[in-house]
C-alpha cells in the first residue's frame, strides 16, 4: 500500500507558484521522497527528490519538514503544461518497487 | 538521461488474441523492469516484476499465466497478455530504476483495447 497522502485535486493560476503538499507520517529514516508527475495518457516523469534537506532543481522544488513526515512540492510559475497529476511516493533506494497512491490532479488554469 | 521505449502505444485485438507489449532500455542496463496497470481515472497499479534471467515476480492478484512477462537481455522486457478479453483493456507502462539516483524512468505506455 502507498505510504503518502494527497489531496485528491487542487486548482493554481497559471503563472503562480503551485504549492503540493504531501503526508508521510510513517516514512522511515532510509526513505526517500519522490515526486513524479504523469500529464494524460502518459508515462509518469520524474520531478525531484530528496532525503531530508530542501531540494531544487529546473523543475521544481522540494521542502521537507524536519520531522520528514511531511513535505511539500513547489512549481514556482505553473503553465498550463503543468497539469497533470502529481505522485509523492516514499521508498528506499536501490531497484525497490515504486508503490503509486492516487496522487493529486493540478489543473493550472488560464 | 536514461530512456525506456515501449512499444505499441496503441493496439486494438480481439477477443482471444494474444498481445506482445515490448520495453527497451535505451542507453542503460536494466536488471529489472516494473509492469504496471492503470484503468481510467485510476492510479498506476504495479502487475509485477520481470529480472533479467530468472522468472518474474508477480503482484498479489495477477494471473502469472495470462501475463507472460519475458526478460530476456539486459534491455529487453516483454509483457505478453494472453487470450484477452475486454476487461483486459487498459494502460500498460513499463519502468526500470535510472542511471544515478535520479528515479525510475518509465515508458510511454500502450494502450490496449481488447474488442
Known amino acids: 500500500d502507498a505510504k503518502t497522502t494527497q489531496p485528491p485535486s487542487m486548482d493554481c493560476a497559471e503563472g503562480r507558484a503551485a504549492n503540493l503538499p504531501c503526508n508521510h507520517s510513517t516514512i522511515s529514516g532510509n526513505e526517500y521522497v519522490y515526486w513524479y508527475r504523469q500529464i494524460h495518457s502518459q508515462g509518469p516523469q520524474y520531478i525531484i527528490h530528496?532525503?531530508?534537506n530542501n531540494e531544487t532543481n529546473e523543475m521544481a522544488s522540494l521542502i521537507i519538514t524536519e520531522d520528514r513526515k511531511s513535505s511539500t512540492l513547489i512549481l514556482p510559475h505553473a503553465t498550463l503544461r503543468d497539469t497533470a497529476v502529481y505522485y509523492c511516493?516514499?521508498?528506499?533506494?536501490?531497484?525497490?518497487?515504486?508503490?503509486f497512491g492516487k496522487g493529486t490532479k493540478l489543473t493550472v488554469n488560464p | 538521461g536514461a530512456v525506456v521505449s515501449q512499444h505499441p502505444s496503441w493496439v486494438i485485438c480481439k477477443s482471444g488474441t494474444s498481445v506482445k507489449i515490448e520495453c527497451r532500455s535505451l542507453d542503460f542496463q536494466a536488471t529489472t523492469m516494473f509492469w504496471y496497470r492503470q484503468f481510467p481515472k485510476q492510479s498506476l497499479m504495479l502487475m509485477a516484476t520481470?529480472?533479467?534471467?530468472?522468472?518474474?515476480?508477480?503482484e498479489q492478484g495477477v494471473e502469472k499465466d495470462k501475463f507472460l512477462i519475458n526478460h530476456a537481455s539486459l534491455t529487453l522486457s516483454t509483457l505478453t497478455v494472453t487470450s484477452a478479453h475486454p476487461e483486459d483493456s487498459s494502460f500498460y507502462i513499463c519502468?526500470?530504476?535510472?542511471?544515478?539516483?535520479?528515479?525510475?524512468?518509465f515508458g510511454s505506455g500502450t494502450r490496449l483495447t481488447v474488442v
Open positions: 519502468s526500470a530504476p535510472g542511471t544515478g539516483d535520479y528515479g525510475y524512468t
Open positions: 530528496g532525503l531530508k
Open positions: 520481470s529480472n533479467e534471467g530468472s522468472k518474474a515476480t508477480y
Open positions: 511516493i516514499v521508498r528506499v533506494g536501490g531497484s525497490e518497487k515504486l508503490v
